[in-house]
């Protein structure tokens, strides 16, 4: 039987890679970090938080897809023969 402090927390650490809080630093001693702790690591952040404090963080939030559709040409159809600067 699972107690009730265990269900409420995931069984294992939350991936810090599709986080929206996770980021990447530009200190190649300390290339992870996460906003929400304000700590930075060269592991995944989730793994500093379990630990430090013995549970799972708690503030994973997935982040949204990005939209990778490509915007419209600047002024054109859209084609490659609608002038530019060769034309
Ligand atoms: S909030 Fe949690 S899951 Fe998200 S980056 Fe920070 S430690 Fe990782």
């Given at each position: 039987?699972?107690?009730?402090?265990?269900?409420?927390?995931?069984?294992r650490?939350p991936?810090?890679?599709?986080?929206?809080?996770?980021?990447?630093t530009?200190d190649?001693?300390?290339?992870r970090?996460?906003?929400?702790?304000?700590?930075?690591?060269?592991?995944?952040p989730?793994?500093?938080?379990?630990?430090?404090?013995?549970?799972?963080?708690?503030?994973?939030?997935?982040?949204?897809?990005?939209?990778?559709?490509?915007?419209?040409?600047?002024?054109?159809?859209?084609?490659?023969?609608?002038?530019?600067?060769?034309?």
């Amino acid at each position: 039987m699972v107690s009730t402090e265990e269900s409420a927390s995931p069984s294992r650490a939350p991936d810090c890679l599709v986080c929206a809080y996770f980021r990447v630093t530009w200190d190649p001693d300390f290339p992870r970090a996460c906003d929400v702790f304000g700590i930075k690591t060269r592991q995944l952040p989730s793994l500093e938080v379990f630990a430090a404090t013995g549970r799972h963080c708690p503030a994973f939030e997935r982040k949204l897809p990005v939209d990778r559709t490509r915007p419209p040409a600047p002024g054109g159809s859209g084609s490659d023969d609608d002038g530019g600067l060769w034309a």
